[in-house]
């Protein structure tokens, strides 16, 4: 699993709220999930992005991901903005 294109993003938002809200409006090309992530709300993630033609990237954990967007802390998901 290559979380590259989390560490390269121009844009990039983390957090599950912010990133349900990018999906809605369009503006997201894709959507990484922690693997460890209640499902409750991931699964609400992965069906709003399928919904809406958004690819989604699965991360072996929370700290891979929160790691990878260049914060201490775990992630549940994260958005790659369009540019």
Known sequence: MSLDKVKQAAKLTIGTK??????????????????????????????LCK????????????NMLGKACGIEVGAAMAAVVNE
């Open 18 to 47: 912010q990133a349900m809200k990018l999906v809605e409006l369009g503006e997201a090309t894709e959507v990484f999930i922690a693997k460890d992530a209640d499902p409750r709300i991931t699964i609400k993630m992965v069906n």
């Open 51 to 62: 919904k809406m033609g958004v690819k989604v990237t699965y991360v072996e954990s929370m």
